[in-house]
């Protein structure tokens, strides 16, 4: 069989398939796979590479081994869970030739579906409306699991034997982080010469980029009183205003001076805020009666391609001291700045890498729309094989509008595009085995 011939049959074949490709989302979905308790969706990708009879390779991550990578942090669901009984997964389809390997890659665990009761149903049982489907994960990412298994179902179904090795990959917390996930992945050896991840992006987009994030915590000193003697007391509440502005003076100003076009290539709502520090916690006090003595900031902030994790700090960093010096309280009590949580680098991968031009081609050609080049607005497990492995790695998947949100949802005509995308582009960038 040739090379066009191939691929057609792939794609005529997948097009037919979506039955089988629901009711593997199915198991998927109802599986409550939320970050630090993967194990129920981890054993319906085992049950599929059973089925496929893929060798399988399953591991814990071990803290230990990675805390020396520079890619490491202590996710917070390892602080809750530990990595016992986390499992990742890869099977490998071997390849007949001496082509390149490609690695399909993506993350069993989901985020919580709270509020249930604000679903239109079930949020862990999948629901079709016409073309929609819904349930935790629809989109992210299970919907991709389900693509990358049926990609690789109908390439073996038609007997196509690729010249290069294919990873199928099911990793644990890349919502927490990814460290016992892909990194762990790539440190036990798997690392490819190229890879895609089917994360939710919207095909024929195709993601070359993701932010850095961290979190942060500022914990800003008062002097505790009884309310009705308030005076005496310095209201750790007030000081931590007076901080809190100058950071949203800080963020105004990196929001006007920083651009990356492709953080809005698929949401022009974006411009102008590619970059962001958030302040999602704030804790203090102890009373109502009470001037409080302590409050604590838990800050986050993201940003795309350009700045150093190093840069970033100083920068809040800076703003933080500044402001306390122009308090006459501050200067004498500074606050103090925690680095806590995550701690991601950002990520960007070359347009003229194969693995791009392959990918953005036939998405093109599936979806018979033009694509663009999008990412770096949020954090993704892209960033280990591109950072830390010079591997080309490209974001290629379904319509997902809503992911973790309330009737989180996905369409089965996106499904199906990435199916073929992903079983097409295995084809152009691992080669046909002679």
Sequence with gaps: MDHRNAKARVKETIVARDDDLLETLER?????????????????????????????????PEADALEDHPGYFRTSSYEDCGYEGRENAVATVPGTGDGPTLALSGHIDVVPADPESAWESDPWTLRREGDRVYGRGASDMKGGLAAMLLAVTVLAEEGIDLAGDLYVQSTIEEEDGGVGGLLSVLERGYVPDAAIIPEPFGLPNVGIASAGVMFFDVTVPGKKAHAAWGHQG?????????VRSALNALNDERQTSIDFPPAYGADPSLEGHVTNINVGVVEGGDWPASVPAEVTMHGRVGWPPGESRAEVREAIEEAIEAAASEDEWLAQHPPTVEWTGWNAAP???PRDAE?????????ESITGEDGTFVGGNAALDERFYQRYYDVP????????????GVDEYTTVTSLLETAQTLAVSAIDYCGLAE
Excluded at 393 to 404: C, D, E, F, I, S
Aim: glycine share 10%; charged share 25%.
């Design 355 to 363: 693995i791009v031009g392959i990918v953005k081609r036939n998405a």
């Design 28 to 60: 998927l979905v109802s599986a409550k796979s939320v970050t630090g308790n993967e194990r129920c969706g981890q054993q319906v990708m085992l049950e599929e590479f059973e089925r496929l009879g893929l060798e399988v390779d399953t591991w814990e």
């Design 393 to 404: 790695v490209v974001t290629a998947g379904p319509y997902g509008p809503n992911l973790h």
């Design 234 to 242: 310095v209201s750790a509440f007030d000081k931590a205003c007076h």
């Design 347 to 349: 990520h960007e991968v």
